[in-house]
């Protein structure tokens, strides 16, 4: 058993820790600091402009850049603090390796759009153009040259993407399983992720974009969405120990936006597309555990062999 800064862990042959006292808090807290260092970061720039005008979006990728680049150190400290070592890297726990990288860019985007089949179909319905010219768009290159040109393109498909699911998922969950487990862990996580979204109250009270009552009702069901949608992509780094996963989801749902369920209610072909929605949960709900089977992100993930006990979760 080692003992460090009056932290002590029982590491197992097997690689799996106990967390004893003073582990959690610490785990904890060191999340906690994360968040705030992430969502404080958006604040160091002082301006009057709103957070969708190009000057404050630029500004605000620099600084939140920095602190996803130094992210990693929170975990690094927490692992010194606590004494816990690993047979596997840094890296490797934070879901960047090469094992299994196919099936981790594949399959879980694949289990998203699943999810999101109804309002695909919607999409599908409404678009003027053809499959094949949406083939062409997609293949041409000017088209993805205005894109990465477009800052709030680039904010909601690139940059937040990636960083809040290296900050919130890759750098939190190696700290929160030690702790409480893989699958309690799948539910803490969102909220510091959850919690992180509050900030968007204060822009909207200070640029009065509604009432109070709203501003805070809307905050409210984003905390709800976000927190539930952080508790899948921690599943999915969870299950296949890749922040790719994540990542590309993350950039998918933020395209799609919440489905316009009440849109659907009224279009022309609802019964098609009511049925799209409730076909995909099925599908969602059927394919979500062989999807994410670790046996396709080669054998027990990284992030399992911190788990203190077994878990289902980390089982095929």
């Not at 999101?116 to 678009?127: E, K, T, W, Y």
């Not at 009552?213 to 949608?229: D, E, K, P, R």
């Not at 990542?247 to 919440?258: D, R, T």
């Amino acid at each position: 058993m080692a003992e460090q800064e009056g932290l002590s862990v029982t590491q197992f042959d097997s690689g799996q820790l106990a967390a004893v006292d003073g582990l959690c808090w610490l785990s904890v807290l060191s999340c906690l600091l994360l968040a705030c260092s992430y969502v404080g970061s958006l604040y160091v720039w002082k301006s009057e402009l709103p957070r969708d005008h190009p000057t404050v979006i630029k500004r605000r990728f620099t600084s939140v850049l920095v602190v996803s680049g130094l992210s990693p150190l929170f975990v690094l400290v927490w692992r010194e603090f606590t004494g816990i070592t690993t047979t596997p890297t840094l890296l490797a726990l934070m879901g960047i390796r090469y094992e299994g990288l196919f099936s981790a860019i594949v399959l879980p985007l694949l289990l998203t759009m699943v999810l999101f089949l109804g309002p695909l179909m919607q999409q599908a319905m409404d678009c003027p153009w053809s499959l094949m010219d949406g083939i062409r768009v997609l293949l041409d290159p000017w088209f993805w040259s205005l894109c990465f040109s477009d800052v709030r393109w680039l904010r909601n498909q690139v940059v937040a993407p990636l960083t809040e699911e290296l900050v919130f998922r890759a750098c939190m969950l190696p700290m929160l399983v030690p702790c409480a487990g893989p699958s309690t862990a799948i539910f803490t996580c969102p909220l510091f992720f959850g919690v992180a979204h509050f900030h968007h109250v204060i822009e909207q009270l200070r640029f009065r974009q509604g009432s109070v009552t709203g501003i805070f009702l809307s905050a409210v069901f984003q905390f709800s969405y976000t927190a539930v949608f952080g508790a899948y992509t921690a599943f999915i780094f969870i299950r296949t120990g890749h922040l790719i996963g994540p990542v590309l989801c993350h950039s998918f749902c933020n395209y799609m936006g919440f489905p316009a369920i009440s849109t659907a209610m009224e279009h022309p072909h609802r019964l098609t597309i009511l049925s799209s929605y409730l076909l995909g949960v099925f599908l969602f709900l059927l394919l979500l555990f062989p999807f994410t089977d670790p046996s396709f992100y080669a054998a027990v993930t990284p992030v399992c062999s911190l788990s203190p006990s077994p878990s289902p979760l980390c089982l095929s």
